[in-house]
């Protein structure tokens, strides 16, 4: 195989941010929400499975709000809508105001890995404002529903 220094460089950063997205997304908490199954197995869930969204409802004053499979989200977006979509806003709980603090080396290490997995999966169930109740599953925050 016939390559260049510059593009087997350029191969070795890019496999380089893929692993970073990989622990950032691990060490960030993003599995916990948008991986099926990820908390109540301790994390014991199939990397392929990974960040394809949920059908648990969180549901509280704001509504009832869904994980995002974020498999199928990026594929839609190029990188610098990918930094603006991460840093929100969106509904609780997603931590957006976390995102916002990131590098956007990180964030882009993270779209990167999502990237790498590809698509896979549905999309999450859609947002339900405060006055439809919702299927189960759900969590329940304190808070006023109607």
């Not at 691990?26 to 990974?50: A, F, I, R």
């Not at 059908?55 to 509504?63: N, S």
């Not at 890995?113 to 404002?129: E, Q, T």
Request: charged share 20%; net charge positive.
């Amino acid at each position: 195989m016939l390559f260049t220094v510059g593009s087997a460089c350029a191969d070795l950063k890019a496999e380089s941010d893929v692993q970073r997205g990989r622990y950032l997304i691990q060490v960030s908490g993003c599995n916990d929400c948008h991986t099926p199954g990820y908390m109540e197995t301790d994390g014991k869930v199939d990397e392929k499975l990974w960040l394809t969204g949920s059908q648990l409802g969180w549901r509280g004053p704001w509504g009832t709000t869904y994980a995002s499979n974020l498999r199928l989200v990026v594929q839609n977006l190029t990188e610098q809508q990918w930094l603006s979509h991460a840093r929100g806003p969106w509904r609780p709980p997603m931590p957006w105001f976390n995102l916002r603090k990131m590098r956007d080396e990180d964030l882009m290490a993270i779209f990167r890995y999502i990237r790498h997995l590809g698509p896979s999966g549905a999309p999450a169930p859609l947002y339900l404002p405060p006055d439809q109740m919702p299927k189960m599953p759900y969590a329940q925050f304190p808070g006023a529903v109607p």
